[in-house]
C-alpha cells in the first residue's frame, strides 16, 4: 500500500464532507448542470490539472500528467441528481423541492475530487496520466456516451488503458463494504414505446368499434408469457409496463391505448433478441384483432460488464489497502443500469459499489432512488483513497493478469 495515501485521505475527509453537503443541497438533473460544475471547477482550482469543459454538456475532464511516461487510468464520477423530492429530514438536504441526489452521485463527486487531491500530491511519482471524468447526466440521459463523442477517452492524447468507477449504494450492504463480480455487473435497459390505435365508439356497442384497451391489455400480459417462454431463466429479461393510458370515461371506448415499458437484459444475445421478440407480439396481437399498433424499441444503456482480470486487480486493491473483509463478491448481476457500461465496452476496466448505509440495519434501510435514501459521507475518504490507489497501482505496472 503506498504510504500515507489513507491517512492523507482521512485528513481530506472535511473538506470532501464538506463538498459532498454542499452538493447535497444544490441537485441538477440531465446534462446541463452549471451549478454542479462550477463547484466542480473551484474544488480543482489550484491543482496541477489540464482541466475542460464539455461543450453540449456541462462536463469536467481534467488530466493529471505523471513525472514520468506511461499508460493513462481514467477514473470516473458521475454528478447528476434525480426528480425526487427529497424527504430524508437532513440538515443539508435539498434546497430544490423537485429534485434529490438520491443516487448519491454527490459523493462520487466528492470522492473523485478527493482522490485528484490525493493523486496531484503524487504528481512526480506516477508513471502515466490520470483522466478524471466528471459526468452529467448518468440517469438516463447518456451522459457518458455524450463525453466519449466529445473525446473524454483520449483527453490524455493517447487513449485510456483502464477505467474505474465507484458508485455508493444506501441499502443492502453494511457501510464500509465494496462488492462486485466479474462479467456482467449490471443490466442492459431498453424502453418500449407502444401505441395500439382502434376504433372509438359506444361502450354498450363495441361492435360497431375496435377496442384498443382490451388489445392493449393483452399484449401487457402476453410480453409476460414472452419472457417466460422464450428466454433462458439463467440469461434473464425483467419487462415491467410501467405506464398505461387509454380513455376518459367508462361508457365511451377510445380510439387508441399507450403503455410503456422498461426491459432489462444481461447479454448481448439476449438485449438483441429481445427486441423482435416485443415487437412480433404486439404486431400480431393488434393483427389478430384487427387494429394497428405503433410499437418502437429503443435501446439505452448496454450492460456493465467488468474485465475479469481488473475485477481481480481491484479486489487485490481492496483487500490489501482496506483489509481482507472489506470487499464481498456479488452473487448476481444488479438489474439496475448505469452508463459507465459505454466507457466498460471500450476499454478494461471495473466498476465497484461501496455501502453507505446510515444505520447498521441495511436490510431495511431506504434504497437508491428512494426520497428517504441516505448515504453516509463518512466513506468518502475510503472512496477516494480507493480511485487514487487503483490509479497509482496501475500506473506502476500493476497490471491485471
Ligand atoms: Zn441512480
Ligand atoms: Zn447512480
Same mark, same amino acid.
Given at each position: 500500500m503506498t504510504t500515507g495515501l489513507r491517512d492523507d485521505a482521512k485528513a481530506l475527509n472535511g473538506d470532501l464532507v464538506a463538498l459532498r453537503r454542499e452538493l447535497h443541497q444544490i441537485p441538477e438533473i440531465g446534462l446541463q448542470l452549471p451549478r454542479t460544475q462550477e463547484r466542480v471547477l473551484a474544488a480543482l482550482d489550484g491543482l496541477p490539472l489540464e482541466v475542460s469543459t464539455g461543450t453540449s454538456v456541462t462536463s469536467v475532464t481534467a488530466v493529471l500528467r505523471g513525472g514520468a511516461p506511461g499508460p493513462v487510468v481514467l477514473l470516473r464520477g458521475d454528478m447528476d441528481g434525480l426528480p425526487v423530492a427529497e424527504?430524508?429530514?437532513? %440538515?443539508?438536504?435539498?434546497?430544490?423541492? %423537485?429534485?434529490?441526489?438520491a443516487c448519491g452521485h454527490d459523493l462520487h463527486v466528492a470522492g473523485l475530487v478527493g482522490a485528484a487531491r490525493l493523486l496531484c500530491a503524487r504528481r512526480e511519482s506516477l508513471t502515466g496520466d490520470v483522466v478524471f471524468m466528471f459526468q452529467p447526466g448518468e440517469e438516463g440521459w447518456d451522459g457518458a456516451g455524450h463525453m466519449i463523442a466529445e473525446g473524454v477517452l483520449d483527453a490524455a492524447g493517447r487513449p485510456v488503458d483502464a477505467a474505474y468507477g465507484v458508485h455508493v449504494t444506501s441499502s443492502v450492504y453494511p457501510r464500509g463494504r465494496f462488492t462486485s463480480r466479474p462479467g456482467p455487473l449490471m443490466a442492459a435497459s431498453a424502453g418500449v414505446f407502444v401505441r395500439v390505435v382502434g376504433a372509438g365508439g359506444h361502450g354498450a356497442r363495441p361492435q360497431d368499434a375496435r377496442d384498443p384497451i382490451v388489445v392493449a391489455c393483452e399484449m401487457v400480459t402476453a410480453l409476460q408469457t414472452m419472457v417466460t417462454r422464450r428466454f433462458d431463466v439463467f440469461d434473464p429479461v425483467v419487462l415491467t409496463v410501467g405506464s398505461f393510458h387509454a380513455g376518459t370515461r367508462r361508457n365511451v371506448i377510445p380510439d387508441d391505448a399507450t403503455f410503456e415499458a422498461t426491459v432489462r437484459t444481461f447479454s448481448d444475445r439476449t438485449a438483441e433478441k429481445v427486441r423482435g421478440e416485443i415487437l412480433r407480439v404486439c404486431e400480431h396481437i393488434a393483427a389478430a384483432h384487427g387494429l394497428e399498433v405503433d410499437a418502437r424499441f429503443e435501446g439505452e444503456y448496454p450492460s456493465t460488464v467488468n474485465d475479469a482480470g481488473e475485477h481481480d486487480f481491484v479486489v487485490a486493491t481492496v483487500r490489501d489497502v482496506?483489509?481482507?473483509?472489506r470487499f464481498e463478491t456479488m452473487p448476481n448481476p444488479m438489474s439496475g443500469s448505469e452508463d459507465f457500461s459505454r466507457v466498460l465496452q471500450r476499454v478494461p476496466g471495473a466498476f465497484v459499489f461501496l455501502g453507505a448505509c446510515v444505520?447498521?440495519?441495511?436490510?431495511s434501510a431506504a434504497p437508491n432512488h428512494s426520497p428517504r435514501a441516505m448515504f453516509d459521507d463518512s466513506v468518502l475518504a475510503d472512496s477516494a483513497t480507493l480511485l487514487a490507489e487503483l490509479a497509482l497501482r496501475r500506473l506502476k505496472g500493476g497490471s491485471p493478469s
Open positions: 424527504g430524508t429530514g437532513l %440538515e443539508y438536504a435539498s434546497r430544490h423541492p %423537485e429534485a434529490m441526489h482496506f483489509g481482507e473483509e444505520t447498521d440495519d441495511p436490510a
